[in-house]
């Protein structure tokens, strides 16, 4: 399985970027988390990465910011009547784009090996993959804050603590950093978790912290 870094904040050389946040899942299942900002971002970068975001079975949305959701109309278009699990929100946009809608209301699995956090406060959820490196969450901007989120993860699957939790971590606090390097082995701040929370990460758990960018593949 591999996690490819479709956009971030921080950009690669010959790869479009902006302010966002999309993740290609690549293992049982190939499936988006987030879809970034613009659709000309996604198509650019997939194919200067030498991927196709044709084939996706699902889409997985964290919460409705369009720095998540402003590239689905292209991942729809390329992919008609896939699922698309979202916490509640803009079900008109979704069908426009041709998804199936899936409203995500509680924690739970959602493919084999998949499962949400569910929407916390009813705004936002984060996904966790099984994988033969351990378990592996992914947030968007973690408004809840990304220990709560990662917390939720881990007890709804069973699974005791995190191989790797990856993307935005919304400028966290330093205890919620502690919080989270207790249940995690690694850990990847991206999109919108802030230099501040990266330099903390790096100079307190630095054989925990997994620096990512556009383009980053992570291999697990």
């Known amino acids: 399985m591999r996690l490819l870094i ?20 690549e293992g ?26 044709k084939g996706i079975d ?46 995500v209301l509680d924690a739970g699995r959602i493919a084999d090996g998949v499962w949400t956090s569910g929407p916390l406060g009813g705004f936002e959820q984060a996904v966790g993959v099984e994988t033969s490196s351990g378990f592996v969450v992914i947030v968007g901007c973690s408004h809840p804050g990304v220990d709560r989120l990662t917390r939720a993860v ?4 069973g699974h005791g603590k995190a191989h790797l939790v990856i993307g935005g971590f919304h ?12 249940m995690a082995e690694f850990i990847a701040p991206a999109h919108c978790s802030g230099e501040e929370a990266k330099a903390y990460v790096r100079k307190k758990y630095p054989d925990k912290f997994v620096g990512v960018r556009t383009g980053s593949v992570i291999e697990l």
């Open 28 to 53: 049982k299942d190939r499936f988006i988390f987030d879809a970034d900002t613009w659709p000309e971002v996604l198509s650019h970068n997939s194919k200067s990465l030498g991927v196709s975001l």
């Open 171 to 182: 400028y966290p606090t330093q205890t919620a950093l502690d919080r989270l390097a207790r």
């Open 154 to 157: 881990l007890d709804v699957s």
């Open 58 to 103: 699902f889409v997985v949305l964290s919460h409705w910011h369009y720095d998540h959701y402003g590239g689905l109309s292209l991942v729809g278009k390329l992919n008609p009547g896939i699922p698309l699990y979202a916490p509640p929100g803009n079900w008109v946009l979704a069908l426009r784009w041709g998804f199936r809608a899936v409203e």
């Open 6 to 25: 479709l956009n971030d904040n921080v950009p690669s050389k010959g790869l479009l970027n902006d302010w966002g946040w999309s993740v290609l899942v």
